[in-house]
């Protein structure tokens, strides 16, 4: 899911000052996340707490156990029980002097927290085979709630949900279609109720679900937490900033309206428009704030031989929208931030000497500009070789962008900004005791995946820390995405990949390797099953003792030696190759060019070598948006996680 859609136009602030006080009335109530059909952690001590008058005594009873206690000065309440085991279904009475509650069907079992962007949030009815998994859907002992989309700058007591509701052919449907084939593995193997707390949200990025205790301590936000815990101690202030965004929002729908391509003609002057690299994102380069239109221009010289002659164009990725003209002709259009832009140039457009290449680029929110690979730019053309348009290009703003100006700075519009979900969708449930927690995010910090290293660790320790329990914590490592390339190069997906593979230092974490069954046109793949399935086979053996291989190969050494390197890895018993030979090895010497290489097995290692590298220094594997076809195996099925020998400095790096 494209996270800058989700930039615009979500609840002014005042309604969330209001929302983070609804917990403080005096009206007798539970927590919104006990309801009818749930599932409480069994074999530990829990909680169970609401609102109500203070003063006024609340009694809990659940099987043999109860408690009565006073609300404080706010009307909270908490009740602490010990910990209950596997049983029959039971109720639980919760009653004072307004009112009584009674809450049915509920069951001690295993509860798992499922958590992240849009590949967590795709239900079953989404995903693939939804006909057949929603008619066998009925496993009564899984359970699952939904929490509500909800920001706030300041943290919250209580948000609403789906409620609990129980696995059917009627309900299943809707439910995490990743967290259910995650449930339903562990319900074939162990047979315990498991209850499912999905609090997810599309498109958002790591730092928002990260507390602001935590987050400060990152350098790279020290300031942006300082700036938000500014402005939620003055809401006249947002308010101000609010109305401010909304008026600015309307004058910019009509800036979009502009059809103008006033800059495209070959012979137009721009001797005076700035410097701007490409690929690289306008706000790396000083252009911060900056929504709306601008345009690229750059000349290139051809030979003789191009004279007339049909070819094609890339442009890597553009964030958002492109219109793409050469030597004056519209050759192609796209409105897909994730798409890298590829068109043919008719023949006869091209001409021997300088040619024009102009590019009309909309963005609509968040980052913009040419971004993405550089060898994804170039211009080609049958039987010569291609040429590069990586590098400096002519660039300036459209006449009514620069008299829009930039989108005024609104910190609580949307998810995206750092805390905004941990105050929301997490704080409400740091009572709640769980066995642990499965993730699935990344896509939208793949362009900063270097930063994405510090930050994986960081949360897992935040949210330990915040729920007070050192539980387990498993994560799906990015699928394959995009159309494969020809040769090899660098890609920030994989950097990413790389990122959450390092954070399997921390203890008690465990990792879904699931390079194998994406889609290149498709960012949320439908294959879920094996998603879950994947992520259940690290619970099994971590957490319940189970016998089961949970880990494809992982890369352990490297041994260079005269033209080859031998590569070493574990969880390697029965490594083989799937469907042929081994595929998406690259070899490198000392120059840091990659070339695919020959590879062979032998036994659990991997020999890797190239003809046209003589003495290799660095060594990969599926390294890159899409590595498809990728097929290192071992005896289990699991696939071999991505990898690389070098330490190079990668695209993201400075990100």
Known sequence: MNLKRVLIGYLPIVLLF?????????????????????????????????????????????????ATVSPD?????????????????????????????????????????????????????????????????????????RVDHVTSPSKLDDVNNSGWQVCSPDTVGNF???????????QRELNVPIGLLHTSWGGTIIET???????????????????????????????????KLDQWNQDFRKALEDKSTQWKAPEMDDSDWTSIKAPGSWESQGYQQLDGIAWYRRTITLPDSWESQPASISLGKIDDIDITFVNGVKIGSLSDWTKVRKYEIPSKLLRAGENSIAIRVTDQAGGGGII???????????????????????????????KLGERPEQPFRGPNHPTLLSNAMVNPFLLVKAKGVIWYQGESNAGRAYQYRSLMPLLIQDWRRRFGQDFSFYWVQLANFTMPRDTPGDSQWAELREAQTMALTVPKTGQAVIIDIGEARDIHPKNKQDVGKRLALNALAKDYGRSVVYSGPMFQSVEF???????????????????????????????????????????????????????????????????????LYNGAGLPACPFRTDTWKGVTQNN
């Open 561 to 631: 030696s005269g033209d080859q390197a031998t590569i070493h890895f574990d969880h390697a018993d029965g490594l083989n190759s799937k469907n042929g030979p081994l595929k998406h090895f690259q070899i490198a010497g000392d120059d840091k060019i990659f070339v695919w290489a020959e590879a062979k097995l032998d036994g659990n290692k991997v020999i890797v070598s190239s003809a046209s590298i003589k003495n290799p220094v660095a060594v990969r594997y599926a390294w890159a948006d899409n590595p498809e076809g990728c097929n």
């Open 73 to 145: 000065e706010q009307g909270r309440w908490e009740a602490n029980f010990k910990a209950i085991d596997l049983g029959d279904p039971f109720s639980i009475s919760i009653s004072s002097a307004q009112n009584s509650i009674v809450l049915k069907n509920v069951l001690a079992g295993d509860v798992w927290i499922c958590s992240g962007q849009s590949n967590m949030e795709w239900v079953v009815r989404q995903a693939g085979n939804p006909q057949q998994e929603i008619a066998k859907g009925d496993w009564p002992l899984i359970r699952h709630v």
């Open 372 to 402: 993405g690979d550089p060898n994804d730019m170039q211009i080609e053309r049958a039987g010569e070789p291609a040429i590069s348009l990586a590098g400096n290009w002519k660039f300036k703003k459209s006449d009514l962008t620069k």
């Open 176 to 186: 995490s279609a990743v967290g259910y084939y995650f449930a339903r593995e562990l």
């Open 209 to 243: 679900w990260i507390s602001p205790e935590s987050l400060k301590n990152h350098p790279d936000f020290k300031d942006a937490i300082t700036k938000i815990e500014a402005i939620t101690q003055n809401p006249e202030q947002q308010q101000t900033r609010a109305k």
């Open 18 to 66: 209001v929302l983070s006080n609804a917990a403080n009335s005096e009206e007798f109530r539970v927590a919104n996340i006990f309801t009818d059909n749930m599932v409480l952690q069994r074999n530990q001590a829990f909680s169970i707490w609401g609102w109500g008058n203070p003063g006024s005594p609340v009694s809990v009873q659940l099987q043999k156990q109860s």
